[in-house]
């Protein structure tokens, strides 16, 4: 009977270690795969950043674009009204 108790202890032990190992194992697979989906999520953030930054800088040349095409036509009327007031002075000359 003390032999049986003995090995049913050495059985338990043995399965206490093996559970350890199992834990562990699967602890050490669960932070590899945390860590490469964190590695993931940061390349897409970054990614997103950098479409936005560019959106951005496009957004602004475009604005500026047109920001210098309003001035050009304002420019052109000024330009048109200046030319066309010298020659009605010249007529009236």
């Known amino acids: 009977m003390q032999e ?15 559970i350890q190992d199992v834990i562990n194992r699967h602890e050490a ?22 479409k936005t930054a560019n959106a951005e800088a496009n957004s602004n040349s475009f604005d500026r674009i047109t920001n210098l095409e309003k001035q050009l036509i ?3 009327e000024e330009a048109l009204k200046l030319y066309n007031n010298l020659e009605q002075k010249n007529r009236d000359c």
């Open 29 to 50: 697979e669960f932070l590899l795969a945390y860590r490469n989906h964190m590695k993931r999520i940061k390349q897409e953030l970054e990614d997103i950043r950098n």
């Open 74 to 76: 304002l420019f052109r």
């Open 4 to 18: 049986l108790y003995q090995q049913l202890n050495g059985v338990i032990d043995g399965m206490d270690s093996k």
